[in-house]
Nanobody, 120 residues
Framework: QVQFVESGGGLVQPGGSLRLSCAAS????????MGWYRQAPGKQRELVAV??????KYAIFVKGRFTISRDNAENTVYLQMNSLKPEDTAVYYC???????????????WGQGTQVTVSS
C-alpha cells in the first residue's frame, strides 16, 4: 500500500506563490512517476504536472508558471507554483503512476488532496 503526506496548500493572493510537497511511503519504486492533478468545484480532475522515468509533463495552462521537481531518495515530489491566478483555485492531489512507452501517464495511487485558493 502507498501513502502520501501532502502539504503546502493555502490561501494566496493573485500573482503570489505556493510550494506543494508530497512525501510517499510504502511500495513506491523508482520506476514510478509522481506528480499532481487538480480538481476545481464542478470540474473534472485534470493533470497539472508529473515527472519520472526520464519524462516530465506539464499541462499547457501551467507552463512557465509551475515547476515540478522530485527527490527520489526521499520519494518526495514538489510543485512550485508562481504567478498564481484565481482559476488555479482547486484541490491539488498528489499521485504516483506510470508512463507507458508512448509517454501517456496513468496515475495508480492518490493522496487525499490539499486546497489551494487564489483570491484577493
Amino acid at each position: 500500500q502507498v501513502q502520501f503526506v501532502e502539504s503546502g496548500g493555502g490561501l494566496v493572493q493573485p500573482g503570489g506563490s505556493l510550494r506543494l510537497s508530497c512525501a510517499a511511503s510504502g511500495s513506491i519504486s523508482s520506476i514510478y512517476a509522481m506528480g499532481w492533478y487538480r480538481q476545481a468545484p464542478g470540474k473534472q480532475r485534470e493533470l497539472v504536472a508529473v515527472t519520472g522515468s526520464g519524462r516530465t509533463k506539464y499541462a499547457i495552462f501551467v507552463k512557465g508558471r509551475f515547476t515540478i521537481s522530485r527527490d527520489n531518495a526521499e520519494n518526495t515530489v514538489y510543485l512550485q507554483m508562481n504567478s498564481l491566478k484565481p482559476e488555479d483555485t482547486a484541490v491539488y492531489y498528489c499521485n504516483a503512476g506510470i508512463f507507458n512507452l508512448l509517454g501517456y501517464y496513468t496515475p495508480n495511487y492518490w493522496g487525499q488532496g490539499t486546497q489551494v485558493t487564489v483570491s484577493s
